[in-house]
């Protein structure tokens, strides 16, 4: 099993010619869990389930022993740490590493990945620029799955559309040009007029961006030859530190029923969520949407950015967005706009885009 999660991976990976380290380290990886070597050994009593993606939490593990400085030999070939060994020979290393940290590595392919993409705001960031055009009301923004809590600093980030600056002209952290089409006719006025006025997350296991050992941990997770990511996350968790938001350890339904107790009739209530789906059990996913749709009569929008629910073959994450108590609360919630995996490209499907 693990073995075919890792060959698909890593297919995926070639295909979409991304990380050449990390194909070469899953083939080699899966090679060796067929042969019942070191890999199989790590994962045994582990489900395996594909949407616990047991082949990314295998490859950050190794990228955190290589970040933390452990593992100086694999460094070698890792960007991330300075290395600039050609990946061919990185999997035997690997191998070696594996087994000299195997009770590290157990430890920490038990922990769910935690990919807090900070590009993923450029979709969501538009999509609070068209609610708070439809509402004009200020937000209240609560994120479910918020790792770290770093992309409920959105509006604190800069995003260069049309040459005209959006955000926070001075961020650490810039976009530029990532839409294709606008989610509203005036992006300038909408960002002038944006105000979030509240900000707050849950997490089943926060990160803490302010800590050494959060930031190395948010780094692990991202692909170690993807310099521009790992370059966003650093700039996030900054900002982060500028700008701190408190990210509760608990379950979303149980917290999300809760803070939608208190929604009030003179804010927008906005909960979002980035690629969460799939870590949440199918009972989970029934108490946030009843959670959500027996809410009480204050203006609640609820923006997603998943994967589509049925594959059709594309990269491309989907925004939807549900809002009441007009419109579709418990229907299914409309496209407002794709994007990649990682954020941009974002293509606008809104009305007036």
Known sequence: MIGELLRSRAAALERARRSRL?????????????????????????????????????????????????????????????????????????????AAHAPCIRDRIGRTVQTNEPGRCVALYGGLLWLSERHRLPIRLLEIGAS????????????VVGGATLGEPA???????????????????AAARLQVA?????????????TGEGRLALQSYIWPDEPERLARVAHAARIAARHPVRVEQRDAAVWLAGRLADAKPDMLTVVWQSVVNQYLEDDERAAILSAFTSAGAAPLAWLTLEPPATADGSDRFELRCRERPEGNGSGEAPVIARAGYHGPPVVWQVPGS
């Open 22 to 98: 990390y194909v070469e380290l899953m083939r080699g990886a899966a090679d060796d869990a067929d042969a019942g070597g070191i890999v199989a050994s790590i994962f045994e009593g582990d489900p395996l389930t594909p949407a616990s993606v047991p082949e990314l939490r295998l490859l950050a593990a190794l990228h955190h022993l290589v970040l933390r400085g452990d593992a100086p030999q694999l460094a070698r070939f890792f960007p991330s740490a300075g290395g600039a060994e050609p990946p061919a020979g990185a999997w035997e290393v690997a191998r070696q590493t594996l």
């Open 148 to 159: 770290a809590g770093l992309n409920l600093n959105a509006d604190r980030f800069a995003y």
């Open 171 to 189: 961020s650490l952290l810039t976009f530029n040009e990532p839409w294709e089409g606008l989610p509203v006719a005036d992006p300038v006025v």
């Open 198 to 210: 509240e900000r707050a997350g849950c997490d089943r296991a926060p990160l803490d961006s302010t």
